[in-house]
């Protein structure tokens, strides 16, 4: 226990020491370890002037070119409704849509040939009195020159006059009869029909609605900032300009028309103070084309052919940075400089200017959230995939 108890103590002494002698002695710092420089990815779109054409995207829904309401020019009852005369159906010029009884108006017409020959034979009579006057007053011996009383020229005119109106009421006859066979005004197609058969109709009754079919318009909105971007026409002898229409529909491939604007309205709209601007479209119901046919009221999207912008810079929407900015790609070493811009036009996918650059320079053109003037950057071969703002080291070199 004696023999412990010293022990203990000395062992104390001992641990006591070397942890004084650990503490003293002075300790290494660790040396700070080098980090390799940071470098920004992206891709580069090296800048080339080129002449841009402009394309101004508006929408609008097709129309006709006009509407007619089919009515008779003469009363009476529906006899005949010909199949060209149905909600939708085609027709041609002057095809016949629907008959009205015409006995009446055969009656009438053959009253009025009566009424003619009478006439005539009466003029004949006048006309043969009137050369016997003459020889009467010749062979008496009077010398003066008869009056026309002796001549019977007013009985003569009179019977003149009688054959013109027969003959024009018989005129009035044929084309009353005529009448009785509704015929199209136009080469076009029904939209409805509102009368049936047997159907009592007067002048003024409404047959139906009907619609060419040589072309079809549509009605465009340009915006005033994208006027002075197209030459539109204002005369009828004015160059058409190229439209290519769309369906507005949503359709993953939609089918695509050809048009072209052949005047401008007059005015501007009181609220948008958009111009509204008119493109035909020929064929519309693909009648002799491979073309989809059109639906009156169908919405389309419409691209419309503007003027060439010369000399141009096109950059693509998604290299902006913040409002008109852009980064370019400085050479030798590759760093970052940012650069405002001034856009003469500029659509969803691109951007057009006009200065600020030079041919031959290199246009950051991936995302770079983070970058800053100066930073240094490593330039990447484009990809399918987008690339995005990645901060990368170079690798170490090998020992």
């Known amino acids: 226990m004696k ?14 020491g070397g942890a004084w002698y650990y503490l003293g002695k002075p300790v290494e710092k660790p040396k700070p370890m080098s980090l390799p420089e940071q470098l920004i990815r992206t891709e580069v779109l090296e800048l080339h002037a080129r002449d841009y054409q402009v394309e101004i995207a ?4 097709v129309r006709a070119h006009y509407v007619t309401t089919i009515t008779p020019l003469v009363g009476g009852t529906i006899q005949t409704l010909h199949p060209s005369f149905e909600d939708g159906a085609f027709f041609e010029k ?36 009137a050369k016997q006057a003459r020889l009467n007053w ?44 509704i015929k199209a005004p136009f080469a076009g197609r029904v939209k409805t029909r509102s009368i049936g058969l047997g159907q009592a109709v007067g002048p003024s009754t409404a047959l139906g609605e009907v619609f060419a079919s040589d072309y079809a318009e549509i009605r465009l909105p340009i915006p005033p900032s994208q006027l002075p971007f197209v030459k539109l026409p204002t005369d009828e002898n004015d160059t058409p300009i190229p439209v290519i229409l769309s369906d507005a529909s949503g359709v993953a491939e939609p089918d695509q028309w050809s048009a072209k604007i052949v005047r401008t309205e007059g005015t501007l709209d009181e609220t948008t103070r958009e111009l509204f601007v008119i493109a035909r479209i020929d064929d519309p119901f693909a009648r002799t084309g491979k073309s ?15 003027i060439v912008l010369e000399n141009s810079y ?39 200017a006009r200065e600020g650059f030079t041919d031959g320079e290199k246009l950051a053109s991936s995302s770079l959230t983070y970058a800053v003037d100066g930073a240094k950057v490593q330039i990447v071969e484009p990809s399918t995939e987008t ?13």
Not at 58 to 61: E, I, V, Y
Not at 140 to 155: A, H, M, T
Not at 389 to 399: G, L, M, R
């Open 292 to 306: 989809a046919p059109l639906r009156i009221g169908q919405p389309l999207r419409a691209t419309i052919q503007g």
């Open 58 to 61: 508006s929408q609008g829904t």
């Open 138 to 181: 010749e062979d008496i011996g009077y010398e003066e020159e008869p009056s026309e009383l002796v001549l019977r020229v007013p009985q003569l005119k009179e019977a003149e006059a009688t054959v013109k109106s027969a003959k024009a009421d018989l005129d009035q006859a044929q084309r009353n009869l005529a009448r009785t066979k």
């Open 387 to 399: 690339v995005t703002e990645e901060v990368i080291s170079p690798a170490a070199p090998k020992s």
């Open 3 to 16: 023999l412990n108890r010293i022990i203990a103590p000395l062992t104390i002494l001992a641990l006591g």
């Open 314 to 352: 096109v950059l693509p929407r998604s290299a902006l940075r913040g409002v008109n900015r852009v980064y370019m790609v400085m050479n030798e070493p590759p760093v970052l400089m940012r650069r405002d811009l001034s856009p003469i036009w500029s659509t969803g996918n691109e951007v057009v």
């Open 94 to 129: 002057d095809q016949i849509l629907a008959e009205l009884d015409s006995a009446d108006f055969e009656a009438a017409l053959a009253s009025a040939e009566a009424r003619l020959a009478r006439a005539e034979a009466a003029l004949s009579q006048e006309q043969a009195r």
